[in-house]
């Protein structure tokens, strides 16, 4: 398993969670452009937050639904990746994923340039 994520849950809106995923071999968080998807019944996986490590240096790139609300991070010594929910609202309730790439962006079809991806993690938001 090179990607497994954890920490999803049930939360009351205004609430906070925090998301974790722990990488293994091949998959390095310092090597790999790493993002977190979401996926909601009906509709395809979209990206919500990207760490691209593509060229020089790591940009860090949000889509405009969660921007100013998560933070994704990493831990490189802990091979893992970290993805801060505050204010959630009940429209975040979904499947999130991990994913690790060669590059990552916010767009659609983002979900093609990942190579790795971890099992969804169910968060709800209550209103």
């Known amino acids: 398993v090179q990607l497994q994520a954890s920490g999803g849950g049930l939360v009351q809106a205004g609430g906070s969670l925090r998301l974790s995923c722990a990488a293994s071999?091949?998959?390095?968080?310092?090597?790999?452009?790493i993002a977190w998807f979401r996926q909601t019944p009906g509709k395809g996986r979209e990206a919500i937050a990207c760490?691209?490590?593509?060229?020089?240096?790591?940009?860090?790139l949000y889509a405009d639904s969660v921007k100013g609300r998560f933070t994704i991070s990493k831990d490189n010594p802990k091979n893992t990746m970290y993805l801060q929910m505050n204010s959630l609202e009940p429209e975040d309730t979904a499947v999130y994923y991990c994913?690790?790439?060669?590059?990552?962006?916010?767009?659609?079809?983002?979900?093609?340039?990942?190579?790795?991806w971890g099992k969804g993690t169910q968060v709800t938001v209550s209103s």
């Open positions: 071999a091949p998959v390095s968080v310092q090597h790999y452009s």
């Open positions: 760490i691209n490590n593509r060229g020089a240096g790591g940009t860090t």
């Open positions: 994913a690790a790439g060669p590059h990552c962006g916010i767009y659609d079809g983002a979900v093609r340039s990942m190579d790795y």
